[in-house]
């Protein structure tokens, strides 16, 4: 299966002389409109295996303002096959047209299953897995975040020949095939790091499953408290950097990776002369789902 694809470009983030690095950015952001970034590598390959088995429906994982969800339901337009999503949290059953993630997944015709969070958290159970082969057939069944060994096969798509020049390589991280990916496609001089959107060490572990190599690291300080955790000094950095460099950032993954960079920058992490290059790896769709949260917690909002 071929989506239509823009090129992914290195863009250059200039920093100010006495910063001494090399910055940019490699924008996976602009490769597809709704299957962006880290999204469109994670499927690939995966669609790929669904045709193969002539499995014509997908079904996957995911919470209110996933990009996942998002990614699978428009994939799924775009191919012609059912997608159906189960959805962390009942109360969502009736709101979906008030989630700017959930409305457009609707209208890319995604059925959703709605269930508790008590559930949600057995959803790799063989149990559940059975219930839901009762209730919608024969599916091709993606995890939740897109990551298995065809994820990370795609993502070890995501640096060229050119990239090998960088000392650094730099991800956000949630469920680790992104990182993954482009850990067992670096090269043995460069430095893979990964900056968790979430809290806990169990990262290391999952992404030590697929790795092939030793040359990385996880920057654990940058998680804003939390999954989907935000604050004002967060927006503010986002809507600075979107101002200076006509880049977005995503308030979840790709914010929090670049304020952890360049705070590093400020404390002389990186060697002098140091070329860094950072994944963006989409995620912009949230943007709206974000801004809802804060108007209703009276914050500022994410330009």
């Known amino acids: 299966m071929i989506f239509k694809l823009e090129n992914s470009i290195n863009q250059h983030v200039k920093l100010p002389k006495e910063k001494l690095v090399d910055l940019y950015i490699k924008r996976e952001d602009k490769i597809h409109p709704f299957v962006s970034g880290n999204k469109y590598r994670k499927l690939k390959y995966n669609l790929d295996e669904a045709e193969k088995l002539g499995v014509k429906k997908l079904l996957t994982f995911g919470g209110a303002y996933s990009n996942h969800i998002a990614a699978v339901a428009s994939a799924g337009q775009n191919f012609g096959i059912k997608t159906i999503g189960v959805i962390r949290g009942e109360e969502l059953f009736d709101k979906i047209d008030n989630n700017p993630t959930l409305s457009f997944a609707k209208q890319c015709g995604m059925q959703f299953k709605f269930v508790s969070r008590e559930v949600y958290r057995d959803k790799n159970s063989e149990a559940f897995l059975s219930d839901l082969k009762d209730e919608f057939g024969d599916f091709y069944a993606i995890p939740e975040g897109g990551t298995n060994t065809l994820a990370v096969k795609g993502c070890e798509e995501i640096l060229t020949e050119a990239d090998k020049a960088f000392d650094y390589i730099c991800c956000s991280v949630g469920t680790g095939g992104t990182i993954s990916g482009l850990i067992n496609c670096s090269e043995p001089s460069q430095q893979v790091l990964g900056f968790p959107a979430l809290k806990g060490d169990f990262l290391k572990q999952d992404i030590s499953k697929f790795a092939t190599k030793t040359n990385w690291n996880l920057i654990t300080n940058y998680h804003f408290g939390g ?40 404390k002389g992490f990186f060697p002098k002369g140091s070329k860094i290059l950072t994944i963006h790896t989409g995620g912009l769709q949230g943007i709206s789902g974000m801004n809802t949260i804060l108007k209703k917690k009276n914050l500022p909002i994410i330009e």
């Open 227 to 266: 999954y989907a955790k935000i604050n004002t000094e967060l927006i503010s950095f986002i809507n600075t950097f979107k101002n200076n460099y006509q880049i977005p950032l995503d308030p979840v993954y790709t914010g929090k990776m670049m304020f952890g960079i360049f705070d590093l920058i400020e």
